[in-house]
């Protein structure tokens, strides 16, 4: 008889995580909505067991909350939490940037470019997943290239207190100020100026903070 071959637990707890996060994330699971472990067992095709996994996770990083009888809510953005996630994500990114700095290569630098094009042609079309997905490529050109794990993986965790927010109201970020303060980094990198791209990279969040927030109080 053949056997069927079948996908392991924490293979499932992990496919259903990253969806649901994705989900949560790009606002297709409004905050505030109620969801059931039984209904997502159902719909992923799965017993409870991985859903609750999946779902525990996702309460350690603030995304949902249990409620009694096996209810889960999304959580609603939370805007301080958000502000100060902005303070700590630009400070982790411009000391990826004065890392990164006198050793990045001509061609990390051309992918930041490609990255910024990438970034404008997806706001032109008002693509929001493009549009993130770009900017967050051509950062993460910075984060490789400064040879420090521990930095990336702060910034993964605490990214989720700001991802909703940033798409939740992308009509109001500037794209064009965005494209140009990534050109003056781009330069900046050309031209090893450590203290010149760290401040830019600094500022590049703070100002999406100031806008984004500003516009939510």
């Known amino acids: 008889m053949k056997t069927i071959k079948t996908i392991d637990r924490p293979v499932l707890r992990d496919q259903i995580y990253e969806s649901l996060k994705k989900a949560i994330i790009t606002l297709e699971l409004e905050p505030g909505k109620r969801i059931l472990d039984k209904d997502l067992a159902a719909e992923f095709g799965v017993s409870r067991t991985p859903v609750r996994e999946a779902l525990k996770r996702l309460e350690d990083e603030g995304l949902v909350e249990s409620l009694p009888g096996s209810q889960t809510r999304i959580t609603k953005i939370n805007l301080e939490e958000a502000r100060n996630a902005f303070t700590v994500v630009a400070a982790l990114n ?10 990045i290569s001509t061609e990390e630098i051309e992918r930041m470019e490609a990255k910024n094009c990438e970034l404008k042609k997806a706001l032109e079309e008002k693509d929001i997943i493009g549009a993130v997905e770009a900017d967050d490529q051509f950062h993460y050109v910075l984060l490789k ?34 494209l140009e303060q990534h050109r003056q980094i781009i330069a900046a990198c050309k031209a090893k100026n450590s203290n010149l791209a760290t401040a830019l990279v600094e500022e590049n969040w703070l100002s999406l903070s100031r806008v984004l927030i500003g516009e939510s109080e």
């Open 145 to 178: 290239s400064s040879n420090n794990p521990e930095i990336e993986i702060a910034l993964e965790r605490i990214m989720t207190k700001i991802r909703r927010l940033e798409f939740s109201k992308f009509s109001s970020v500037d794209g064009h100020l965005s």
């Open 94 to 103: 411009s000391l990826a940037a004065r890392l990164a700095i006198q050793q």
